[in-house]
């Protein structure tokens, strides 16, 4: 019988970071502004979470992706990962950083919905698979930077479910080019659109663009959230939080700014625009917080009540032994960039 595993590789972490460098360079370039201790367990659990999307969004038969998915998560929470890079890297950070099984499981069931191809009747169904895909990341998130107290784990999930809405009201004509529709049902009844005729020929107009301001309006009321719940994390966690927090709502002020058009244009924000939100971040890094007066939003309570009842102490040295093993690879990588330029 396979022994549990408990320690990351270096070679395994490396792996990760390679593949996010070249096929997910958003996240990538993100992460350096992640304190080196977060950055490598934020590489080798996003670098799963991006695995699992793409195996639904691009795989051939996203059904029984779906399948391996419960499969690889069942394996990594028993101590017997799957034998490749990002499930052992993965495996290794879960147990190390007492990350409730609940919460990638939720990631999972979001992505089962996406095999259904559901809609939502309502914006709190939207909101219930919002915080799966996107809120569920953002407790993990939270609990590798080292925060469990619920007030912070809430604005933690408040702004991945802004940033999914941001991302649904971007993609409005590229999903809709794909089959995909994620607008609440009663929202473009009210509106007059018929959902199978917008499918079928996806156009931009005047109610359009009223919904995707409407939805725009609820990200905006969550981003606000869940910046009062920056000054709640480590100091040298904030920077790279609070960058990606101003990044993502200026997409929305960008598809604000083209009038809400989203089927003809992908609104995006340019690589100077982005160096200027990060230095306003880091101008707001001291910001006190005003976080635990705001209730969680219903959509996400079970995501912190699961992180809540997983707050077990760590195996001795065991969190130590990955720190190090994060610290080590940095080093490695470093000696060799000095010795490729010298």
């Given at each position: 019988m396979q022994e549990p595993f408990h320690a990351v590789d270096p070679d395994d972490l490396a792996a990760c970071r390679d593949m996010l460098r070249h096929g997910s360079q958003s996240f990538f370039a993100a992460s350096l502004l992640l304190p080196k201790r977060v950055r490598g367990p934020a590489t080798a659990l996003y670098a799963f979470c991006r695995q699992a999307d793409d195996a639904i969004d691009h795989g051939a038969d996203p059904q029984s992706a779906l399948s391996g998915l419960n499969e690889r998560l069942d394996a990594a929470y028993a101590g017997c990962p799957h034998p490749n890079p990002t499930d052992r890297a993965f495996a290794a950070t879960v147990a190390a950083f007492q990350i409730p099984k609940a919460l990638p499981a939720a990631l999972i069931e979001g992505l089962s919905w996406d095999v259904q191809g559901r809609c939502y009747e309502n914006v709190e169904s939207l909101m219930d698979y919002a915080a799966r895909v996107a809120g569920a990341v953002g407790v993990m998130m939270a609990l590798i930077m080292g925060v469990r107290s619920a007030a912070a784990l809430a604005r933690a999930a408040d702004l991945g479910v802004a940033m999914q809405l941001t991302?649904?009201?971007?993609?409005?004509?590229?999903?809709?080019?794909?089959?995909?529709?994620?607008?609440?049902?009663?929202?473009?009844?009210?509106?007059?659109?018929?959902?199978?005729?917008?499918?079928?020929?996806?156009?931009?107009?005047?109610?359009?663009?009223?919904?995707?301001?409407?939805?725009?309006?609820e990200a905006e009321t969550l981003y606000r959230r869940a910046k009062a719940g920056i000054g709640l994390l480590p100091l040298d966690a904030r920077l790279g939080i609070g960058a990606a927090h101003r990044i993502y709502a200026a997409i929305g002020a960008k598809i604000a700014g083209s009038g809400y058009a989203c089927v003809s244009r992908r609104a995006r924000v340019t690589g100077a625009e982005k160096l200027l939100l990060v230095l306003r971040a880091a101008a707001a890094i001291a910001v006190p917080s005003g976080?635990?007066?705001?209730?969680?939003?219903?959509?996400?309570?079970?995501?912190?009540?699961?992180?809540?009842?997983?707050?077990?102490?760590?195996?001795?040295?065991?969190?130590?032994?990955?720190?190090?093993?994060?610290?080590?690879?940095?080093?490695?990588?470093?000696d060799s960039a000095a010795r490729l330029t010298a």
């Open positions: 991302n649904i009201a971007r993609d409005v004509g590229e999903d809709a080019k794909a089959g995909r529709l994620f607008l609440p049902l009663d929202w473009l009844a009210q509106a007059g659109i018929d959902p199978a005729a917008f499918l079928a020929d996806p156009q931009d107009s005047p109610e359009l663009s009223r919904l995707v301001g409407k939805l725009l309006a976080a635990a007066t705001i209730p969680a939003l219903p959509a996400n309570l079970f995501l912190i009540n699961a992180a809540a009842a997983a707050e077990i102490p760590p195996e001795p040295g065991s969190i130590v032994k990955l720190l190090l093993m994060f610290e080590r690879l940095e080093r490695s990588q470093r």
